[in-house]
């Protein structure tokens, strides 16, 4: 089983910069792919982006690419979501999942509790 707790969420102005973090225990090695989602309100949860865990090889929806960036410090099993240039329709609760790779892509799961993010106009 693996825990995971995201931190780092608050309220950021437009434009401005926020960077998340997810903390991964337990049994972290029985998963390979780690990602980050957000729900809005009102709205499903949707994939933001995802990190190979042992290659580092990343993916991102697109309208978040060139402005948000994934990483993984793998001694601290610890995942990051790098905010910048962020806009009004980022707000949402942001939630990391673990998961595995299979045959029809990633399958995620382990899910954290989420963290609110909240940009200002």
């Known amino acids: 089983q693996v825990h995971v707790v995201e931190s780092g969420g608050g309220l950021v102005q437009a434009g401005g910069s926020l960077r998340l973090s997810c903390a991964a225990s337990?049994?972290?090695?029985?998963?390979?792919?780690m990602g980050w989602f957000r729900q809005a309100p009102g709205k499903e949860r949707e994939f933001v982006a995802r990190?190979?865990?042992?290659?580092?090889?990343?993916f991102y929806v697109d309208s978040v690419k060139g402005r948000f960036t994934i990483s993984r410090d793998n001694a601290k099993n610890t995942l990051y979501l790098q905010m910048n240039s962020v806009k009004p329709e980022d707000t949402a609760v942001y939630y990391c999942?673990?998961?595995?790779?299979?045959?029809?892509?990633?399958?995620?799961?382990?899910w954290g509790q989420g963290t609110q993010v909240t940009v200002s106009s």
């Open positions: 999942a673990a998961g595995r790779y299979t045959s029809s892509g990633p399958t995620y799961d382990y």
């Open positions: 337990g049994r972290t090695f029985s998963s390979n792919v």
């Open positions: 990190i190979s865990w042992n290659t580092g090889v990343t």
